[in-house]
């Protein structure tokens, strides 16, 4: 693991802890190595709907739910952001999906640090290799068990 970053974990407004944490930051960790990046310091907060559109309304101008909110932050050590993330809308998502909500977490978690390593998903091909990418690291998870 690269010891110059760190990643940070908080919980606002939601009884959802995450579960593996030492995993998760050693998977991010991995996966930014594996494309060139090193972390400076990312800081999740996860938190619910209610204050996820509250900051989309005070940040963005946004008056609707979303599921992340990436802050890009300077750092010489490398990619930086607070990541905020709505446990609300990833459960939902998942739902809607039909896939496991670890699994949804963990895809809002990789779109989140895509985004500060360049990839956007403004256009149908932009999205179609943000996906793919998103699964290229979901599949690097070794830490989940059935």
Same mark, same amino acid.
């Given at each position: 693991?690269?010891?110059?970053?760190?990643?940070?974990?908080?919980?606002?407004?939601?009884?959802? $802890?995450?579960?593996? $944490?030492?995993?998760? #930051? =050693?998977?991010?960790?991995?996966?930014?190595?594996l494309s060139g990046h #090193?972390?400076?310091?990312?800081?999740?907060?996860?938190?619910?709907?209610?204050?996820?559109?509250?900051?989309? #309304?005070?940040?963005?101008?946004?008056?609707?739910?979303?599921?992340?909110?990436?802050?890009?932050?300077?750092?010489?050590?490398?990619?930086?952001?607070?990541?905020?993330?709505?446990?609300? =809308?990833?459960?939902?998502?998942?739902?809607?999906?039909?896939?496991?909500?670890?699994?949804?977490?963990?895809?809002?978690?990789?779109?989140?640090?895509?985004?500060? &390593?360049?990839?956007?998903?403004? &256009?149908?091909?932009?999205?179609?290799?943000? #996906?793919?990418?998103?699964?290229?690291?979901?599949?690097?998870?070794?830490?989940?068990? &059935?």
């Open positions: 693991m690269n010891a110059s970053g760190t990643i940070t974990f908080q919980f606002l407004n939601t009884p959802f $802890r995450l579960a593996q $944490r030492d995993a998760v #930051r =050693r998977w991010i960790f991995d996966c930014l190595l #090193r972390v400076g310091e990312l800081n999740f907060l996860f938190t619910n709907d209610e204050e996820m559109l509250s900051m989309n #309304r005070a940040h963005l101008d946004h008056n609707y739910y979303t599921d992340i909110l990436t802050f890009p932050t300077s750092s010489a050590k490398g990619l930086s952001a607070d990541i905020v993330i709505s446990i609300d =809308r990833t459960r939902e998502n998942a739902k809607t999906l039909n896939s496991k909500p670890l699994d949804e977490l963990h895809r809002v978690i990789a779109h989140g640090v895509l985004h500060l &390593t360049g990839l956007e998903d403004d &256009t149908e091909e932009a999205k179609i290799i943000m #996906r793919a990418t998103e699964d290229e690291w979901l599949a690097q998870r070794t830490f989940l068990t &059935t």
